[in-house]
């Protein structure tokens, strides 16, 4: 059996490795596998409530591999060498665009043991999924791939062109990273989409208005550098900041339709 264990790590040096950055390497991870809503606040306790009595799934070790390999590879060079300066009025995104830089790929709570499940379609912008919050989870995400470097100096922020069907409220977040770090600093906003309104939601993001965070949670002394954007990410999650929970989250279910991201 130790002979068959070695053979399989062997052959699979990359998983390996990425295991060990991702989880040994990164205290960030480790951390919030730990204890996803480390706090002492009476938000903090409410939420570990919750977490406590969560639903438990088997984790889905392949798939966390596949997702994490996409922003986090030892093997390959992710760091983009597309580097644009970004003006207001121009597309940075948009729906079947061939000329696009980046496309968005799944970061679903599995990274963090969770069993929520997501899917995007590039051609069509649509994001859909089905949403747990076994395990401790209870988010699911899309984050830009590969890295960009964009110089934003100009411009005041982004605006997101989104799409939901008729139903509740939905709270979104998204957020613009300045950084190639894979646990680093996101600089994030929250949305809500009105899936009753006709048409879509056009959604503005000031950068002046972001809040950094990291895993949820709310960080002091930071500087957003607009001059550097490396890439964008949209989360649907149970969480907001500092324990407190999203008003609007939903089991089951997921789907969004991202048109088109511009500068402004």
């Known amino acids: 059996m130790i002979s068959t264990f070695n053979k399989v790590a062997m052959g699979n040096r990359s998983l390996v490795a990425l295991l ?30 919750v977490l406590l009595y969560a639903e438990r799934q088997p984790w889905n070790f392949f798939r966390f591999v596949e997702q994490s390999s996409r922003f986090v590879n030892p093997f390959t060079n992710a760091r983009s060498t597309t580097k644009r300066d970004i003006k207001k009025g121009d597309v940075v995104w948009k729906a079947g665009d061939p000329n696009n830089d980046f496309t968005f790929a799944p970061l679903d709570d599995v990274v963090m043991g969770g069993a929520s499940a997501s899917r995007f379609d590039a051609a069509t912008g649509k994001w859909t999924g089905d949403v747990t919050d076994a395990n401790s989870g209870g988010f699911i995400g899309i984050r830009s791939t590969p890295f960009v470097d964009y110089d934003m100096s100009t411009c005041q922020g982004v605006k997101l062109q989104i799409t939901a069907p008729k139903g509740s409220s939905l709270r979104l977040k998204v957020v613009v990273r300045d950084s190639t770090d894979f646990n680093g600093v996101g600089w994030t906003s929250s949305v809500d989409i009105n899936p009753n309104k006709v048409g879509s939601t056009k959604v503005q993001i000031p950068f002046s208005k972001q809040v950094p965070t990291r895993f949820a949670q709310t960080v002091s002394g930071q500087y957003f550098a607009k001059n550097q954007v490396r890439g964008i990410q949209l989360v649907f999650s149970k969480f907001e900041y500092d324990g407190a929970l999203n008003p609007t989250f939903r089991v089951g279910d997921f789907q969004v339709q991202v048109a088109e991201i511009r500068a402004y």
Do not use: E, M
């Open 20 to 49: 060990l950055i991702i989880v040994l390497v990164d205290p960030g991870v480790s951390g919030f596998l730990r204890n996803p809503t480390c706090g002492t606040s009476p938000q903090h306790a409410d939420a570990k409530k």
